[in-house]
């Protein structure tokens, strides 16, 4: 069974640019979380998309955003880059709709803000 | 806001030492609580997790972890390490409300000598 993928593997942007990352879950799963991985940050929770919706979103500014498509891959927006954005993203998907399960995690993009 | 602390930042040890590592959390409610571990260059995998029942939960890779709900604490243990222990250690906790997504703790660099 494929796991969770992510693309592009790394990334780099200049500031103020805009940064479209792409992930797609496990076959039967319909949850999608992003985080974002920072330098002595640990993970912070972004997005939750579930069934196509907008879940939940972390305390991350509007010009992060993201959508789920139909076939529940997702994609992760980045508006107005700063220096600070560069970090490891990290996808997950789940199971279970709405309620807690295991997620998987998938490699992550690394992006970089120069 | 819900939050999870992990007391040590960075835990060095031989092997054949004993591991404990410390989680607590901030969440007066019905929680599902992980750990996840990180090795290098890995993807991030779950290795326990509690949703109910037996407080002493068994993961993969003979670790434990034991949670004490009067303490709010989710604290991991091995009895004895080894060398491919060497990893990042994450404490997650899922609060059982709607909207709510996984809440991580910082991170643990547990680093293993031979």
């Known amino acids: 069974e494929a796991g969770v993928t992510q693309s592009p593997t790394h990334l780099i942007k200049t500031r103020g640019q805009q940064a479209t990352l792409r992930c797609s879950p496990i076959s039967g799963h319909t949850s999608v979380y992003w985080y974002q991985q920072a330098l002595g940050l640990g993970l912070q929770f972004l997005l939750w998309y579930d069934e196509g919706e907008e879940r939940n979103r972390g305390n991350f500014p509007p010009r992060f955003s993201g959508r789920q498509f139909p076939n529940y891959s997702s994609e992760l927006n980045v508006n107005a880059l700063e220096l600070e954005d560069s970090a490891l993203y990290l996808c997950a998907s789940s199971f279970l709709s709405g309620t807690v399960s295991e997620q998987y995690f998938g490699p992550g993009t690394r992006l970089t803000v120069t | 806001a819900q939050s999870v602390s992990q007391h040590n930042h960075h835990v060095i040890l031989s092997e054949a030492a004993s591991l404990e590592l410390g989680c607590n959390y901030s969440?007066?409610?019905?929680?599902?609580l992980f750990w996840y571990v990180q090795y290098p260059g890995q993807h991030l995998q779950l290795l326990l997790k509690?949703?109910?029942?037996?407080?002493l939960v068994k993961g993969i890779k003979g670790f434990e972890a034991e949670f004490i709900k009067s303490k709010f604490s989710f604290n991991l243990r091995k009895p004895s390490v080894q060398w491919s222990d060497t990893a990042e250690y994450f404490c997650a906790v899922w609060a059982n409300q709607a909207g709510t997504a996984l809440i991580f703790g910082k991170g643990t660099t547990l680093s293993v000598s031979s």
């Open positions: 969440y007066g409610g019905t929680v599902n």
């Open positions: 509690y949703f109910s029942g037996d407080p």
